[in-house]
């Protein structure tokens, strides 16, 4: 073989190795994005009035799918979990009642935890119609009682189809808002 063949060779060796190596690279790369879009956070928006003032419509979410794996969720927070009847439709919900609490809501719109009004201040207004929750409601160990912040337009706990969420059905805590850029940030 002449040194010119060698040299050719060499060069088509190169390029292969090369695009050999920018493949596996963009494959690792896809990996991972599928990784963390599956299993660490996800991109939500939020259609609808339900959770107004604190989110808007067209708000975009950044949901973290990772910690209530490590942790249960607390009082207060705001989850994302899929509608039992349309799995392609999310709800985003503050957390009320947690597992083995009993949650009532009296005709006045007060919550009460366990008997004890629950004190918050999240409710844009006083609630009009308690539903299901006018009698107690008796959590099991995985459930969760939710409510949307615009209290009198929000499908929650309160409803029959929606009714109390298990952990297992939960796709996660809401974490930031990051559309519109003016309002950027955590959300709580």
Request: aromatic letters at 10%.
């Amino acid at each position: 073989m002449s040194k010119k063949e060698t040299n050719k060779a060499l060069r088509k060796g190169g390029v292969l190795r090369e695009v050999l190596g920018t493949s596996v690279y963009i494959l690792v790369v896809l990996l991972v994005a599928y990784l963390v879009v599956h299993y660490v956070g996800q991109r939500t928006e939020v259609i609808g009035e339900s959770m107004e003032l604190t989110l808007m419509d067209g708000d975009n979410l950044l949901v973290d799918k990772l910690s209530y794996r490590f942790h249960d969720p607390k009082r207060f927070d705001i989850v994302v979990f899929p509608y039992r009847y349309d799995k392609h439709t999310y709800y985003i919900k503050r957390v009320i009642g947690l597992p083995g609490e009993t949650v009532q809501i009296n005709t006045d719109g007060e919550i009460f935890i366990n008997g004890e009004k629950l004190e918050e201040y999240y409710g844009r207004e006083v609630i009009k119609n308690p539903e299901r929750a006018i009698e107690p409601i008796l959590l099991a160990d995985d459930e969760f009682f939710v409510l949307g912040d615009n209290r009198n337009n929000s499908r929650d706990s309160r409803w029959e189809d929606v009714g109390n969420i298990k952990k297992s059905e939960l796709t996660g805590r809401v974490l930031l808002r990051i559309y519109p850029f003016r309002e950027f940030g955590k959300v709580e």
